[in-house]
């Protein structure tokens, strides 16, 4: 069972940056692809970007040139730099794990964290 914790939630004013962090226990961490989402209030939870074991990184469109996924392998941890925060980014963010390929939908990952709230003020 993997546990993965995130942190690095807040509120900022537009134009703003936050960096997301989540701390998984397994230490197979590297063999996983990791992803984040996000879930706005009435609206369904949505991908935002990924990594595979590999280091390769995928985003949706809304999110290109201005978040950044990585993982730090010898520390088993994820993170997702986020510049230039509009509040259509509003919403609560989710660290997500599942062996092999990366996926971009929600109920292809095994192993999900508790969520971040992230208020991007306008």
């Known amino acids: 069972q993997v546990q993965l914790i995130e942190s690095g939630g807040g509120l900022v004013q537009a134009g703003g940056s936050l960096r997301l962090s989540c701390a998984a226990s397994e230490r197979t ?13 009435g609206k369904e939870r949505e991908f935002v970007a990924a990594i595979s074991w590999s280091g390769n990184t995928y985003y949706t ?3 290109k040139g201005r978040f950044t996924i990585s993982r730090d392998n010898a520390k088993n941890t994820v993170y997702l730099q986020m510049n230039s925060l509009k509040p259509e980014d509003t919403a609560v963010y989710y660290c997500a794990a599942r062996t092999g390929a990366v996926r971009n939908l929600f109920h292809e990952y095994d192993y999900w964290g508790q969520g971040t709230q992230v208020t991007v003020s306008s």
């Open 61 to 63: 469109d809304s999110v």
């Open 29 to 41: 961490f590297w063999n996983y692809a990791m992803a984040w989402f996000r879930q706005a209030p």
